[in-house]
């Protein structure tokens, strides 16, 4: 028979007691209803998939349970193959190189939404944006710099897409003339100008591609009244831009959104009439759909949230609070985290990009230089969304099928109403595809140097 | 001194340990990254608004913290006072009746959102729309049976409000007749189809107004081409409907927002070629802004595809998530507590609205009747979310000045292509705001009644 020796066991007992008071006093706040989710969505992202993939909360499912999703050319239950013949993609300008720092700041960028959050159509003051997260865009354009946004409207729109068709509307509905709005674009512009411009066969405005062509004709004061999208730094090319088109009877769309400290350099606020911004370029979620324009007229503000009211009612408001989370934490100190973050991976993509382009007579890239950025307070390098690629060899006209033929998918320069010797390629993708394109890029070039030799 | 009673400590240390280890085994799951804004969002939701508001995470803040935002005619930092002089305001189908189902399933009903949830655009095989929520969806109707979705495709919207643009659209181009087609829905009818028909000055369509003044017109097989607007049930009157014009340049879109068992009886699944549903009816998160729509033509859903992508880019991957984890709780038992409850509230509302009316020959009501539903088992009681109030004297031809000299705000008949003797009321809003609309329309009519007297 164990016989206990009862003097140990008291202090024993005693030391015990005391772990466990040190242990509830140090525990974590105790959570009623929210306890639940949040358990849910530790267990999801906890799932492994070997850093190539995650798994969602409304992921395709196994069994009930969440599997991982994994990047392009990765496969296996947890992302670990590599699947050796796919393209490199670098069609989409889709902008996941942010995406670790978003998961390093876990704890201060994770939105709990309540089941009953914001279900009415309207917000205080029946208006349906939320004004704390006006506040913050407002802020955050003071702190980089970028755009003044004092004494300007304001709209919330479904990713800056929607923002760019409530502009072109409201602009051409201010048009007293019965001719239709001449709709124009320097080249290589962003095709969705044209694409919105065209989808409902409007009286009210027409397509006419490259803004340049019709420069003498803008000047000469005509009767003829044009909108100019300008997108500055251009998509694709990365260059800052300014209407190409001047008089009375032009109106200017300034796309943004490409305008912040990651992809360029800030000389100065941009402070034209009619500027439209997007969170997927700013903090990376482009699958938030969320985006705003700031607005110095009145009547086109009125007309722009007209149209944003028919065609959606306005932009989702779960979207809403999670983009206010998202812009807390990158003003927290001021954005310097974030952007150096952003313009660091940038930066690099591109130099290892130059460095392999250049050593080839075959291909070129867009000419780009350094540049003071009043954000960083230094010179700023180049570090462009996307490399506009040039296939230099008159027999390589077609460059998207030079790149397929290597291993490459890009965009072609037809799209951006350029010549067919020209490919877009999205350096915002994930590190996956950045090391795959890179690889496939260095194989092409050391290929042609070797036939060469 | 006092002197421990050794033989006594040890039991009660023991005791103790017990005591911890109890609560040790069973307390909460420690959290990491989530615990902090889970917190805060149980922090916000605990501050006192007196049943009369809420305080939300992207609400009004004062000193950084989030105040209360009050019902319509309360006021107060706790919203406890009520507003006497203020107008029952029943203008907008706000679905705040449904509230108090998801404050109650707080816990299955909530969501955590990692901050890189789905930050890309598109989401495994390069859709825009989450496969799950399609799943779910299909569920839904199975287990409502209002709608047949086997076979037919599925298109996301931002509300069912762009998916009724997209509609329009994709049925207008797929007209070969160099004419614009003519679109038409029967009065009284949802302003928005007017609203969006115009709003482009296309030439492919043109809004024609009342179906019924073309109903002969489509009979004869002419070469004009018609797209009709059907709301069923509808808004305003509740009415379940049919498209008026039929023949082969007949094209219909069917709303179907207020076919479900909570506004009507279901008498069989409907199974029409276009059919739209919005989340904003259903679970009543309108601020959410999702739909979506069925389609039995491939050409017609691919077009429809097509116009989501290139006005917004689909639908915010957040809004997607949500609807999820919405219609997963209502699926839990087969929708019963859900749709039980939604019904129960309006059927309630609707009684007590006609007791009052019927009371006065000034005013009267649509007259909506007992059917069967083939979701509840059991013949379904009016249950609307409008009531269709007309004001019956001849010099009460402006409805909406006499209801708003007794207090009430709703929407005038011709915003419906109907006459002024008719107002829209919600009946859709908080019991705050069916409370005082029901005092008013009391007041009302015992006024009317005393006058007559």
């Given at each position: 028979?164990?016989?206990?020796?009862?003097?140990?066991?008291?202090?024993?007992?005693?030391?015990?007691?005391?772990?466990?008071?040190?242990?509830?006093?140090?525990?974590?706040?105790?959570?009623?209803?929210?306890?639940?989710?949040?358990?849910?969505?530790?267990?999801?992202?906890?799932?492994?998939?070997?850093?190539?993939?995650?798994?969602?909360?409304?992921?395709?499912?196994?069994?009930?349970?969440?599997?991982?999703?994994?990047?392009?050319?990765?496969?296996?239950?947890?992302?670990?193959?590599?699947?050796?013949?796919?393209?490199?993609?670098?069609?989409?300008?889709?902008?996941?190189?942010?995406?670790?720092?978003?998961?390093?700041?876990?704890?201060?960028?994770?939105?709990?939404?309540?089941?009953?959050?914001?279900?009415?159509?309207?917000?205080?003051?029946?208006?349906?944006?939320?004004?704390?997260?006006?506040?913050?865009?407002?802020?955050?354009?003071?702190?980089?710099?970028?755009?003044?946004?004092?004494?300007?409207?304001?709209?919330?729109?479904?990713?800056?897409?929607?923002?760019?068709?409530?502009?072109?509307?409201?602009?051409?509905?201010?048009?007293?003339?019965?001719?239709?709005?001449?709709?124009?674009?320097?080249?290589?512009?962003?095709?969705?100008?044209?694409?919105?411009?065209?989808?409902?066969?409007?009286?009210?405005?027409?397509?006419?591609?490259?803004?340049?062509?019709?420069?003498?004709?803008?000047?000469?004061?005509?009767?003829?009244?044009?909108?100019?999208?300008?997108?500055?730094?251009?998509?694709?090319?990365?260059?800052?831009?300014?209407?190409?088109?001047?008089?009375?009877?032009?109106?200017?769309?300034?796309?943004?959104?490409?305008?912040?400290?990651?992809?360029?350099?800030?000389?100065?606020?941009?402070?034209?009439?009619?500027?439209?911004?997007?969170?997927?370029?700013?903090?990376?979620?482009?699958?938030?759909?969320?985006?705003?324009?700031?607005?110095?007229?009145?009547?086109?503000?009125?007309?722009?949230?007209?149209?944003?009211?028919?065609?959606?009612?306005?932009?989702?408001?779960?979207?809403?609070?999670?983009?206010?989370?998202?812009?807390?934490?990158?003003?927290?100190?001021?954005?310097?985290?974030?952007?150096?973050?952003?313009?660091?991976?940038?930066?690099?993509?591109?130099?290892?990009?130059?460095?392999?382009?250049?050593?080839?007579?075959?291909?070129?890239?867009?000419?780009?230089?350094?540049?003071?950025?009043?954000?960083?307070?230094?010179?700023?390098?180049?570090?462009?969304?996307?490399?506009?690629?040039?296939c230099?060899?008159?027999?390589d006209?077609d460059c998207?099928a030079v790149l397929?033929n290597a291993?490459?998918?890009?965009?072609?320069?037809?799209?951006?109403?350029?010549?067919?010797?020209?490919?877009?390629?999205?350096?915002?993708?994930?590190?996956?595809?950045?090391?795959?394109?890179?690889?496939?890029?260095?194989?092409?070039?050391?290929?042609?140097?070797?036939?060469?030799?």
């Open positions: 028979m164990v016989r206990f020796n009862y003097p140990l066991c008291l202090p024993f007992s005693l030391f015990l007691n005391l772990l466990f008071l040190s242990s509830f006093i140090h525990r974590q706040l105790q959570l009623s209803w929210s306890q639940k989710s949040a358990e849910e969505a530790e267990q999801v992202a906890a799932i492994p998939c070997s850093g190539h993939g995650h798994a969602y909360l409304d992921g395709v499912t196994d069994q009930g349970k969440p599997i991982c999703e994994c990047n392009s050319c990765y496969s296996g239950s947890d992302c670990s193959e590599f699947l050796p013949h796919c393209f490199a993609d670098a069609v989409e300008g889709d902008p996941l190189y942010l995406e670790p720092f978003w998961i390093e700041h876990a704890t201060s960028s994770a939105v709990m939404v309540p089941g009953w959050h914001r279900m009415s159509y309207t917000m205080p003051n029946q208006s349906i944006i939320s004004a704390e997260l006006e506040k913050y865009i407002r802020r955050l354009h003071v702190v980089v710099g970028n755009a003044i946004s004092e004494g300007k409207f304001i709209v919330f729109g479904v990713g800056s897409s929607q923002l760019l068709h409530a502009a072109l509307y409201a602009l051409a509905k201010s048009s007293r003339s019965p001719e239709p709005t001449n709709v124009v674009a320097s080249a290589p512009y962003y095709m969705l100008y044209k694409d919105q411009t065209e989808i409902f066969n409007s009286k009210d405005f027409e397509w006419k591609g490259d803004a340049s062509l019709w420069k003498n004709m803008s000047n000469n004061n005509s009767s003829k009244n044009f909108i100019e999208f300008v997108t500055s730094p251009n998509n694709p090319d990365g260059q800052l831009q300014h209407s190409i088109l001047q008089g009375s009877s032009v109106k200017t769309i300034y796309d943004h959104a490409y305008y912040w400290p990651h992809y360029s350099a800030i000389p100065a606020p941009a402070n034209e009439d009619l500027m439209i911004f997007t969170l997927s370029k700013v903090t990376g979620h482009a699958g938030s759909r969320f985006g705003w324009a700031l607005i110095k007229d009145e009547d086109v503000y009125q007309r722009m949230a007209g149209y944003v009211d028919i065609n959606t009612m306005g932009v989702s408001r779960d979207t809403q609070l999670r983009a206010l989370e998202l812009l807390k934490v990158i003003l927290e100190d001021g954005g310097r985290a974030f952007f150096d973050f952003g313009y660091k991976t940038l930066k690099q993509r591109w130099r290892r990009l130059s460095q392999t382009i250049t050593s080839s007579k075959h291909f070129s890239l867009q000419n780009l230089s350094s540049q003071y950025c009043t954000y960083f307070q230094t010179d700023h390098e180049p570090s462009p969304a996307y490399a506009w690629l040039k230099e060899r008159e027999e006209w998207y397929k291993g490459i998918i890009g965009r072609r320069g037809s799209n951006f109403g350029a010549e067919d010797h020209y490919v877009r390629l999205s350096l915002l993708k994930s590190s996956d595809d950045l090391n795959l394109l890179m690889q496939r890029l260095d194989d092409l070039v050391f290929k042609v140097i070797a036939k060469v030799i």
